[in-house]
Nanobody, 123 residues
Framework: QVQLVESGGGSVQTGGSLRLSCAAS????????LGWFRQAPGKEREGVVV???????RYADSVKGRFTISQDNAKNTLYLQMNSLKPEDTAMYYC?????????????????WGQGTQVTVSS
């Protein structure tokens, strides 16, 4: 059974940084795309950044240059380093995994989801 568990969320001020982690169990990363998505109240879930097993990435324009995704295959852990945070980054952040999704940023392509971790950025 695939399980994804996020951690590392919290509250920071504008310009601050956070590092999210997603621990995966029940499967190997091989053949899957992994990604970070976020959902603010009243808004649709949106893709933030995804990575495939070759290390190719796709970022949403809104986070390019500020966020960095990485993965540790030995630890089956996905990370999201978030710098220069803005109030509009405030959302619940989810880790997700999907097979053969070709670096899609669309949430509906992903089969497995974590429970989410809250990120709040105050001005």
């Amino acid at each position: 059974q695939v399980q994804l568990v996020e951690s590392g969320g919290g509250s920071v001020q504008t310009g601050g940084s956070l590092r999210l982690s997603c621990a995966a169990s029940g499967y190997s990363f091989t053949g899957y795309c992994l990604g970070w998505f976020r959902q603010a109240p009243g808004k649709e879930r949106e893709g933030v950044v995804v990575i495939d097993t070759d290390g190719n990435t796709r970022y949403a324009d809104s986070v390019k240059g500020r966020f960095t995704i990485s993965q540790d295959n030995a630890k089956n852990t996905l990370y999201l380093q978030m710098n220069s945070l803005k109030p509009e980054d405030t959302a619940m952040y989810y880790c997700a995994a999907g097979a053969r999704v070709l670096l899609s940023l669309h949430y509906y392509h992903y089969n497995y989801w974590g429970q989410g971790t809250q990120v709040t950025v105050s001005s």
